[in-house]
């Protein structure tokens, strides 16, 4: 027997069974089999007094031994009948009904001797009963030695007599008779003991049949940590691997550029934060080693100035940057934000966009060979293969998550040795998802927003209260300030949002007569679009209405009002991006969120956590609740986050230590030779060799 044995050779199982269990359940091998996890226990293990029953006990199912007396039928409701019965043991009495039964089933219940019951006990009008209960009158049979597992069967299969029943008994025979030549140990005997965790075969043994509720969770915190620590191995020796095998350019030196422009340039101190993580960035950069690093943080939390230091760093080391906006705004943005920064020095900065001319085009492209341009800002345009560059050592790509792997990937073409990486995003996603998904990127956090920022005041305000709404807005832009409206386009049904764009910016030219209104969505040309965000970043607008294209990035300081129609109909993430687009000046900024009057449980709640906090990481962490890990990272990857009994959103404590394990042990044994770690090698060669589900970021 192997774990890899084919379930149709198992007795009891043959080709037939194989096939209509494959088809179903998808488990083929004996291993899927043992691997097939229990989705609940059934406690026989104890025999129960009646007058042990409290109203608390009343949610798990119970057995009890005693005699079944009074046996009557009784009318109810429609011409329906029940049937009940008395049960009692020395200690009570409850009582026993069925609302479906037979003929048959009435004959067949024993009357007058000792039998064992087994059900969840209601409390009925202050009377305990039990509704159609598990009937034993063999004491072998009825009391077990263990937890029962309930294992997810389905309909299908139990009509073929493929029933709980039927798995119990394959898998006990399984664990009873071949346990020892099946299930090897595959972590390293200290970390088991350091840890305390239950050997290997024993924690299959218990996850199946624990002899009690302690063991079942010991062999499941086992089992997790197992999957946490393969799963972080995996990342850990890939990232290894990089580290031997891919060369970097070392940027050593900190030379004239950073240090004029830190001393004489910048136009704030940096938060700590941003000092830390520019440390960070700066200690990777300095190795020949190429750093993949994503920069973690906040809306509004100034990684752009931490992109163009580190920019700084590479040109002081002779190398050329680019830096790559998912969108022409942002792109235009940047560039207009960085040469502003820069307008004091001689560093020359260019923009590169789909919408660029051919003549300037063809002069940047020139100036990019010949290496006489340091820093090139863009969108996609980048990726082009007509664009090269002399000597590329820095690239940075902002709001990561619109980035496919494969654009990275260009990145990397772009120079011999390939240059760094540093990703940055404003959508935060939960610790324990960066820890696993992003294990192979080493991260930086900035979690702290520079000083003087008042906190976003958010309200949640149903259509009916839409004058008063209005009316604040006016009071706000009567004392100066600016305002967005922001409405949903999703694709779906996107004539209809349209229109109802379009309406909202009538509404609103009309009630603010005296202010200007620009709109913004996707639809219009990259002109038209610069056009209105000029007008609006200038003051000459006050008012914008838009779509989401303003979702990432848009920085206009002055606007202090964000209303957002149909919240309702948004995202957690992407109704905190837009949120971050008030809030980055001084003044008190305020986002209201405006829904239909009926709303379901689930919009409800993403409304209430705006309303109650502005913590980027918080609001993601019920994201995930909401939606599970694999939603937020997309179909294309949920796949790399598929674990069996591990749960990101619960067990964040078990992957942080897995991972600071697996880092230790990267330091101290990378290729694993020690002899303790021969079985660790040995089980994860063979268990994920050819299934690389880590050959994914870079
Ligand atoms: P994001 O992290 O969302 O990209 P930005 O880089 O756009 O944030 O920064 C938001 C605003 O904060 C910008 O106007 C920027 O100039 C300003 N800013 C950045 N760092 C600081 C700081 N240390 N002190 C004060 N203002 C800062
Ligand atoms: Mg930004």
């Known amino acids: 027997m192997a774990l890899d044995t084919s379930i149709e050779f198992l007795k009891t199982v043959g080709v037939e069974r194989a096939k209509l269990i494959k088809n179903t359940l998808g488990i083929v091998t004996v291993e899927d089999l043992l691997t097939f996890y229990p989705i609940k226990y059934v406690d026989k293990s104890r025999v129960f007094k009646i007058s042990e029953l409290k109203p608390q006990s009343l949610e798990i199912e119970l057995q009890f031994r005693g005699r079944i007396t009074e046996i009557q039928e009784l009318p109810y409701g429609k011409g329906k009948k029940r049937l009940t019965a008395k049960f009692w043991d020395d200690t009570g009495t409850i009582e026993l009904v069925w609302f479906r039964y037979s003929k048959w089933l009435l004959d067949q219940i024993p009357l ?217 705004i942002l792109a235009q943005q940047h560039f207009n934000g960085i040469s502003e920064l820069l307008k004091d020095t001689d560093i020359e900065v260019r923009l590169l966009t789909g919408s660029t001319k051919t003549s300037q085009r063809k002069e940047i492209h020139e100036t990019l060979t010949s290496g006489a341009l340091p820093i090139l800002i863009g969108t996609h345009a980048v990726l082009e293969d007509v664009v090269q560059f002399k000597n590329l050592g820095l690239a940075i790509i902002d709001e990561q998550h619109r980035f496919g792997v494969a654009q990275r990937a260009k990145l990397w073409a772009k120079n011999k040795i390939p240059p760094h990486i540093l990703v940055m995003t404003a959508t935060p996603i939960p610790r324990t998802l960066a820890m696993s998904f992003y294990s192979d990127l080493d991260v930086s956090i900035i979690d702290e927003l520079p000083l003087g920022r008042k906190p976003i005041i958010t309200a949640h305000r149903k259509d009916s209260y839409r004058l008063s709404v209005y009316q604040f807005a006016k009071e706000e832009l009567n004392k100066g300030r600016q305002v967005y409206f922001v409405y949903p386009l999703i694709e779906e049904s996107e004539t209809l949002d349209y229109r109802n764009l379009i309406e909202g910016m009538e509404h609103i030219t009309d009630y603010f007569k005296n202010y200007t209104a620009v709109m913004l969505h996707g639809k219009m040309k990259p002109d038209e679009k610069e056009a209105a965000m000029q007008k609006f970043a200038s003051g000459k607008a006050q008012i914008m209405v838009a779509t989401t294209v303003i979702e990432v990035g848009v920085n206009v300081p002055n606007a202090s009002i964000m209303v957002i129609e149909s919240a309702e109909r948004f995202g957690l993430s992407q109704l905190h991006q837009l949120r971050g687009r008030v809030g980055r000046g001084s003044e008190q900024s305020f986002c209201i969120l405006m829904s239909s009057d009926k709303l379901s449980a689930d919009s409800r709640k993403r409304l209430k956590t705006m309303c109650e906090t502005n913590d980027g990481f918080r609001i993601s962490e019920v994201d995930m609740q909401l939606r599970g890990p694999g939603d937020i990272l997309g179909t294309q990857q949920s796949g790399v986050v598929d674990f069996k009994k591990l749960s990101l959103t619960e067990d964040s404590s078990i992957i942080k230590t897995s991972k600071y394990l697996v880092e230790l042990l990267m330091k101290s044994d990378p290729k694993l030779e020690h002899p303790a770690h021969c079985q660790l090698r040995d089980y994860y060669q063979k268990q994920y060799r050819g299934k690389n589900k880590w050959g994914r970021i870079s």
């Open 112 to 328: 007058h001797r000792e039998v064992f019951i087994f059900g969840k006990v209601n409390l009925f009008n202050g009377v305990f009963s039990m509704p159609h209960p598990e009937i034993e009158t063999d004491e072998k049979k009825a009391v077990s030695g263990t937890l029962l597992p309930v294992y997810s069967g389905s309909e299908k299969l139990t009509k073929r007599g493929i029933n709980n029943k039927f798995f119990q008994k394959i898998i006990f025979n399984l664990l009873q008779n071949h346990l020892d030549e099946l299930i090897q140990e595959n972590l390293p005997e200290n970390l088991l003991k350091s840890l305390s965790l239950m050997p290997r075969a024993e924690s299959f043994l218990n996850i199946h049949f624990p002899k009690n509720h302690a063991l079942m969770k010991e062999a499941e915190r086992r089992i997790k940590f197992e999957e946490a620590f393969f799963f972080q191995l995996g990342y850990g020796l890939k990232k290894q691997h990089h580290k031997a095998t891919v060369v970097g350019s070392p940027f050593p030196l900190v030379g004239h550029h950073f240090n004029d422009f830190y001393q004489n340039h910048l136009p704030f101190e940096l938060t700590n934060a941003q000092k830390r993580v520019l440390k960070e960035i700066r200690s990777d950069m300095k190795k020949p080693i190429q750093m993949n690093r994503l920069l973690q943080g906040d809306v509004g939390s100034g990684k752009t100035m931490v992109a163009l230091l580190s920019m700084l760093l590479a040109m002081d080391n002779g190398y050329q940057s680019c830096m790559m906006a998912p969108t022409e």
